[in-house]
């Protein structure tokens, strides 16, 4: 990034430790490039480290939230050395795969605020997240058959298990654009606003979500992203094992003694 060029992913941090990451491209729908690519790892790393930030929103600047992969880096990649092209394709993927994970897995609440459209790459992103709130001027779509390509941002994982293989595989193989009522009324999005309300309502739903225990949330959301790939023994077991570490927090122990002290009191004001 070039001194005094303004950043890919702008960084703000709210009330009850609710951060959100703005995509800041706007004159290009924000869509992604290496240098976005980057600048949102390190922010995912970031939000991941700092014990004050208890959830993540993403959201985009101006009139879109992510148009998807840059159009000038596959002009770039379509004019690269035939024998360089599959090199740096890879490396370039695992980059992104790196990303994506690392948001997936955040042991915090993740909700995608979906300002205007979501298309190929930004679509996975959003997808990525554990929530979605659209605005009235979202729009979805899985734009990568419409390049010759396929969904490499994880929309193959994550769009089956919102609304089903049958539905995901007509949106993929069709590339079909989707307004922000479709959206709610076949699951991608669970909560639709007006758009002057999208940021101010993904903020007090963020800190809704996260207001408990920050380990018994991060517990309970990495035994419920795997539990379509897991059997019930797996996931009682999993289960065991994330209990007994909340076991030893202060949050249950201050809850379990705020409960017995509001017994005591109740009865020592019936004995009076």
């Not at 370039?92 to 909700?111: A, C, D, F, Y």
């Not at 979805?140 to 298990?161: A, H, I, K, N, T």
């Not at 590339?175 to 009522?181: I, N, S």
């Amino acid at each position: 990034m070039s001194p005094g060029e303004p950043r890919r992913v702008e960084l703000t941090i709210h009330d009850g430790g609710v951060a959100v990451a703005t995509l800041n491209r706007p004159e290009v729908l924000n869509a992604v490039d290496g240098q976005m690519r980057t600048e949102l790892a390190q922010v995912v790393e970031r939000v991941g480290h700092d014990d004050s930030i208890r959830a993540l929103i993403i959201t985009g600047a101006g009139r879109g939230f992510c148009a998807g992969g840059d159009i000038k880096g596959m002009e770039a990649r379509m004019s690269a050395p035939a024998g360089s092209i599959a090199d740096h394709g890879w490396r370039r993927q695992r980059q992104l795969h790196h990303m994506i994970m690392r948001l997936h897995t955040l042991e915090k609440v993740t909700i995608a605020a979906v300002n205007g459209p979501a298309a190929g790459l930004g679509a996975d992103l959003a997808l990525c997240c554990d929530f979605i709130i659209a605005s009235h001027e979202a729009s979805f779509v899985m734009s990568f058959v419409l390049r010759g390509l396929v969904p490499d941002g994880g929309g193959m994982y994550f769009l089956p298990r919102r609304i089903g293989l049958t539905k995901a595989k007509e949106l993929i193989f069709t590339g079909r654009r989707l307004d922000g009522a479709e959206m709610i009324s076949i699951g991608i999005a669970d909560r639709m606003v007006a758009p002057s309300d999208l940021l101010p309502d993904a903020i007090r739903w963020a800190a809704e979500l996260s207001r408990q225990s920050p380990t018994a949330l991060a517990l309970a959301k990495s035994i419920l992203d795997g539990a379509f790939e897991h059997t019930l023994e797996d996931t009682l077991a999993a289960g065991a094992q994330a209990q007994a570490i909340a076991y030893t927090t202060d949050a249950h122990h201050a809850s379990v003694e705020a409960f017995l002290e509001r017994s005591r009191r109740r009865s020592r004001a019936q004995q009076e």
